[in-house]
């Protein structure tokens, strides 16, 4: 392995697109056909739990019908090769599991995971939460105005590697966008791979654009 040996990955919808999974802002992306804030946020599953469950349960549902592609399993390659590999993804798909990668952290949580309201018990569910648990179960996902997960083990992951990879997120959303910072100010190359350039590709020190499944394996190709 060449000479970064402490990786930090950060990935978003655009490296599943290329699997069958919608991205969230690209056209006719998940949210064109939804109000981010109706489907995405405590206030709209307070004010339509049924749309809201429905939205997840479609999306879980669809888990069953994708794979992971190219870039998931060159992702997984990368990790078995280095010493320190951290995976952050903002993600709620499980594609970076099937495709073998191991320390994994799911920032906006996981569409096979449902959390009681109440308790605050969370366990793996891969089926449609039915009408009557509407209220009782919902999925255990960081909806807008909700901490995030995992924030002081990524910024640790952040802060340690030697190599900053962002794969396929538009970076519009925080604090998942910022991470790139923490990373520069402790020395690490950043490096973007994504379809198009986005608002942030002035902080990275290279951009590789086009397709994940193609862009990322020829990369981590060149890397190893
Ligand atoms: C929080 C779960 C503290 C749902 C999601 C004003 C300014 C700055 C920040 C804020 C602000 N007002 C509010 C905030 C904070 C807010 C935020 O960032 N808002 C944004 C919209 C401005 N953030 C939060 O609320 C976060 N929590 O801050 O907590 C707090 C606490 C209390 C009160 C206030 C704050 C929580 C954010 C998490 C929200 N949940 N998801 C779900 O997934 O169902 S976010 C949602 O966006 C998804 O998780 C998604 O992953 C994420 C980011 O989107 P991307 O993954 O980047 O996807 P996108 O479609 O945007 O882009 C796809 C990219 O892929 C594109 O660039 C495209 O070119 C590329 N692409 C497409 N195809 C391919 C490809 N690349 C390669 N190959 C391809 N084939």
Redesign the pocket.
Same mark, same amino acid.
């Given at each position: 392995m060449g000479k970064y040996q402490n990786i930090c990955v950060l990935t978003?919808?655009?490296?599943s697109? /290329?699997s069958g999974i919608k991205?969230? =802002?690209?056209a006719n992306? %998940?949210w064109e056909n939804h109000d981010?804030m109706e489907?995405?946020s405590p206030e709209g599953y307070a004010d339509k739990p049924a749309l809201v469950q429905r939205f997840?349960n479609a =999306?879980r549902m669809q888990l069953k019908e994708v794979e992971p592609n190219p870039?998931h399993y060159a992702l997984a390659k990368l990790e078995s090769m280095v010493s320190e590999f951290a995976l952050v993804t903002? !993600? +709620?798909d499980d594609l970076h599991e099937r495709a073998g990668c191991k320390n994994i952290f799911h920032m906006? $949580?996981e569409l096979r995971k449902i959390r009681h309201t109440k308790t605050g018990e969370v366990k793996y569910f891969e089926g449609e939460v039915s009408k009557e648990d509407y209220l009782l179960w919902r999925p255990d996902? +960081?909806?807008?105005? /909700?901490?995030?997960k995992y924030m002081e083990e990524i910024q640790i992951a952040a802060s340690k590697c030697d190599l900053f990879l962002c794969? $396929?997120?538009? !970076?519009?959303?925080?604090?998942?966008?910022g991470f790139v910072q923490i990373a520069k100010e402790s020395g690490a190359r950043c490096i973007e %791979?994504?379809? /198009?350039s986005?608002a942030l590709s002035a902080y990275y020190d290279e951009s590789h654009l086009?397709?994940?499944?193609a +862009?990322v394996p020829d990369f981590i190709k060149s890397l190893l």
């Open positions: 978003g919808a655009g490296i697109a /290329e991205t969230f =802002r690209d992306g %998940l981010i489907v995405a997840y =999306r870039a903002q !993600n +709620v906006h $949580g996902i +960081v909806w807008f105005g /909700e901490n995030v794969i $396929g997120t538009s !970076n519009q959303v925080y604090p998942a966008a %791979l994504n379809m /198009e986005t086009g397709p994940a499944s +862009v």
